[in-house]
């Protein structure tokens, strides 16, 4: 038999790059200018090499926007290297950053990656979108509200679509009631902003609708942080509208497993996402 052959590796160690050049809307009040180092929202891409354009998608961990999980970042994004496809991890903005922060940093995230397209060697037409927990919010949330960029924009990154053309939502937070989870709630709306209307609009199986792209959800039935009705809604929303949608149920497992390579059973979804993505086109690495 022959050998397998090694995983494609990114060509250099790779290096964050700024959202901004300059400082990001929605600073909050007292936090200083220029804005501290680690609250400087940046994307760091993990390119593979070549010149054939590949598809390319954003990871963002979870971290009940209070943090975000190193083992829902670059380990992810490594695996994403092994199927075949560029990734890039994103530090959004978490508490004391309140909506729509969060949601600016990953619509730019998107712009910048097809700003970069010819560059880095991405298909601008298969730039997904991958998160975990409170980070599976925020790329549900691009899934639900993007538009198709400023093309008047002084700014030639803000012409750019923010519209993911896949997401992939790990145990997501998806609906801010009755199901929502308190902490990822709290840190991205106030308690005095907390309007009903806001609510609805950040519980995102009320905001599905046919322009949402392909979705993949994984969830355990028994996940104490985040409920599985959050991905049973927002799935049974996907059907209802035509969204092409894969759901996932594992009967067990703790919240935040991540690619849970200490958990056999649950680790099944990277292979099971592998070959959705297969099937969307978006590479030749099937499943195991």
């Avoid at 083992?71 to 994103?90: I, R």
């Avoid at 969204?243 to 390579?261: I, Q, R, T």
Wanted: aromatic fraction near 6%.
């Amino acid at each position: 038999m022959p050998k397998p052959q090694p995983a494609p590796q990114p060509e250099s160690q790779p290096q964050p790059i700024p959202l901004w050049d300059h400082r990001a809307p929605g600073e909050p009040i007292g936090v200083g200018d220029p804005v501290r180092a680690a609250e400087q929202p940046q994307l760091t891409p993990f390119l593979l090499p070549g010149t054939t354009p590949r598809a390319l998608i954003v990871v963002c961990p979870g971290g009940g926007y209070g943090n975000r999980a190193d083992h829902e970042g670059a380990p992810v994004a490594e695996w994403l290297n092994s199927l075949g496809l560029h990734a890039a991890v994103l530090d959004y903005r978490v508490a004391p950053y309140r909506h729509p922060c969060p949601h600016s940093d990953a619509s730019r995230a998107l712009r910048l990656v097809r700003h970069h397209a010819a560059e880095w060697g991405v298909n601008p037409q298969q730039v997904g979108i991958l998160g975990f927990s409170a980070g599976g919010h925020l790329a549900g949330s691009l899934a639900v509200h993007h538009d198709a960029g400023n093309a008047t924009a002084r700014d030639p990154i803000e012409h750019h679509s923010s519209r993911p053309d896949a997401a992939v939502l790990c145990y997501p937070v998806l609906s801010f009631k009755p199901w929502c989870h308190a902490g990822s709630r709290s840190n991205l709306v106030t308690h005095q902003e907390r309007q009903p209307e806001l609510e609805h609009a950040l519980s995102l199986e009320a905001q599905v609708t046919r322009h949402v792209p392909p979705c993949f959800l994984w969830h355990t039935a028994d996940d104490a942080g985040v409920p599985v009705q959050n991905s049973l809604r927002f799935t049974e929303a996907c059907a209802k509208h035509g969204v092409p949608v894969a759901l996932h149920v594992f009967p067990h497992g703790n919240h935040g497993l991540g690619l849970a390579p200490q958990d056999p059973t649950v680790a099944a979804w990277c292979g099971l996402c592998a070959t959705w993505l297969t099937d969307l086109g978006w590479t030749d690495t099937p499943g195991e």
